[in-house]
């Protein structure tokens, strides 16, 4: 893991970016039942001391002491989790869940990557907080998202004595989150989850928002539950172990929210360096926008949290057309964000400037634009008509007029995304 950690430190060093303020949290529906707040929580560390005992990369001649804890409350409904955002915090879960509640059983889910690297920490500091750990790791990979994986670990959960107050904690990317939460939702008819991301994809999209679920032979997601995390926990020390090909499948949910909510974030994005990110405002800035869509639309039936999904309808049929093999999931949204901003030109307006400049961005954080000689694109309309925006069989589409700005069309048609497919 060395070579790898040293390219990913490569990109965490220096100056952070500035990625602006936070959002006061009042955009778009204004609904008096869902409340979004966010503040900064004043907790300071000697950034030498950390840098010896946690390996993070401060450059020298910075201010001895900087902000480490970036903390938003997200508030839907009845239901309020706070998300903690900063270095070293996998040695400070246990401390965290034990403000929510008292010592119990807790069942880590994870996989066969990420458990030999980030559980060990986890379940120390969970025994250290007082609480009884037990490790079910599950095989690393798409294939693990089943209902049949679901009731291996429900299995092992009552194996191991967890019962109704125990809590599921997800550690590792956005299969595990998603297979965790849906584990959390259905154990005893509901238990609490923790949502400690390991990927950059997660940190800032599948983490959080309640969506847990498990894809079934038809198609990506289809069976599943909203069932909201009490705590969200996104260590950004963990990017240093991620590979480039990984890093860059999180910054395709990072570009998705740019396109669909805020332009100065796409501008902003096209002028970063790439080693001088500073992630944790970045995800950040993603956990607030979606956090603003999500308390409009919870349970996503009125349309607006359909608009996370830009890009999905096309690059869930990616996706599935490959059994889920050779291209991740960020690299389909990418393929899909492509194939939406071509219906666009025609359904929305989208200028094609405009659609240029997206596809540019994608390739600046190496992400696929085009299809692979001799896809079998036929294996994506197949899997279209299992796509969860449709209804009735009739066509509910994500499209843009402007970078910054998205809406759920009823005019597109099949032919337009065959057409915009075709062109992949």
């Known amino acids: 893991m060395s070579g790898i950690q040293a390219s990913a430190a490569a990109i965490l060093e220096g100056s952070p970016v500035d990625f602006g303020p936070a959002s006061d949290g009042s955009g778009g529906g204004g609904s008096s039942g869902m409340i979004y707040l966010h503040r900064m929580e ?7 001391c950390f840098r010896e005992s946690h390996g993070f990369p401060f450059r020298s001649g910075k ?9 938003i409350e997200f508030r839907t409904g009845q239901h309020s989790y706070l998300v903690l955002i900063g270095p070293g915090l996998l040695e400070t879960v246990g401390e965290a869940i034990k403000e929510k509640l008292a010592p119990s059983r807790i069942a880590i889910v994870s996989d066969t990557n990420v458990a030999p690297l980030f559980a060990e920490p986890v379940k120390k500091s969970l025994t ?58 259905i154990f005893q008819r509901g238990i609490p989850n923790v949502q400690i991301p390991t990927t950059l994809l997660a940190m800032v999209d599948s983490s959080i928002g309640g969506k847990t679920g498990v894809n079934a032979g038809a198609g990506k997601n289809l069976i599943g539950a909203i069932h909201q ?58 956990v607030e926008i979606k956090a603003r869509i999500v308390a409009n639309d919870e349970r996503d039936r009125n349309g607006e949290r359909a608009l996370l999904n830009f890009g999905h309808t096309v690059g869930h049929g990616v996706e599935r057309a490959t059994n889920y093999q050779g291209i991740s999931h960020g690299e389909a949204v990418s393929l ?62 994500v499209v843009t007029s402007k970078i910054g700005s998205a809406n759920l069309s009823r005019d597109v048609t099949m032919d337009d995304i065959r057409t915009a497919v075709g062109a992949l």
């Open 128 to 185: 250290s907080a007082g609480f009884d750990s037990v490790l079910i790791t599950v095989p690393a990979g798409e294939q693990s998202k089943t209902l049949e994986q679901t009731g291996t670990v429900c299995e092992q959960m009552l194996q191991e004595s967890l019962d109704r107050q125990s809590i599921v904690i997800g550690l590792g990317g956005g299969v595990i989150g998603d297979l965790s939460g849906f584990v959390a939702a």
């Open 336 to 397: 899909g964000m492509v194939a939406a901003c071509d219906v666009s030109i025609n359904k929305a307006g989208l200028p094609e400037k405009q659609r240029n400049a997206i596809v540019d961005l994608l390739q600046k954080f190496e992400l696929p634009t085009k299809l692979p000689p001799n896809f079998p694109r036929q294996k994506i309309f197949d899997a279209l008509k299992f796509d969860k925006k449709f209804e009735r069989g009739e066509i509910r589409f």
């Open 63 to 71: 201010n001895q002491y900087r902000l480490a804890v970036i903390s």
């Open 229 to 286: 995390p009490m705590l969200v926990i996104d260590d950004v020390e963990i990017l240093k172990t991620l590979p480039s090909r990984e890093l860059s499948q999180g910054f395709a949910e990072i570009i998705k929210h740019a396109i669909i909510a805020d332009a100065e974030m796409f501008r902003q994005l096209q002028d970063v360096d790439l080693n001088n990110v500073d992630f944790a405002s970045l995800i950040r800035r993603n």
């Open 42 to 48: 004043a907790r300071f560390v000697n950034s030498e």
